[in-house]
């Protein structure tokens, strides 16, 4: 996997999220744009972008908060 392409499935990821909508569904999409899933790394990749957002945005706050101060965002 390029980090373009990492790049743009985080991105896609994090914006679909919210979405009353299949967000590994628009990971598929747009991972087809790059050629597939076909790679065992891709594969991993999805799953542990899936977890963590999961976690990032559902499981804890208090995560949320200190990365947020951390990064300054």
């Known amino acids: 996997m390029r980090l373009a392409e990492a790049l ?3 991105v896609v ?3 679909t ?3 009353p909508i299949s967000s590994t569904g628009h990971l598929i999409l747009i991972s087809e744009l790059f050629g597939g899933m076909h ?3 891709s594969k991993v990749f999805a799953i542990a972008i ?3 957002t999961s976690h ?3 499981l804890s706050p208090t995560t ?3 990365f947020t101060i951390y ?3």
Do not use: K, P, T
Request: proline letters at 0%.
């Open 8 to 10: 743009v499935l985080g």
């Open 13 to 15: 990821e994090g914006l």
């Open 17 to 19: 999220e919210f979405l």
């Open 39 to 41: 790679e065992e790394s």
């Open 50 to 52: 899936q977890i963590g």
């Open 56 to 58: 990032y945005y559902f």
């Open 64 to 66: 949320r908060n200190l």
């Open 71 to 73: 990064i300054g965002v």
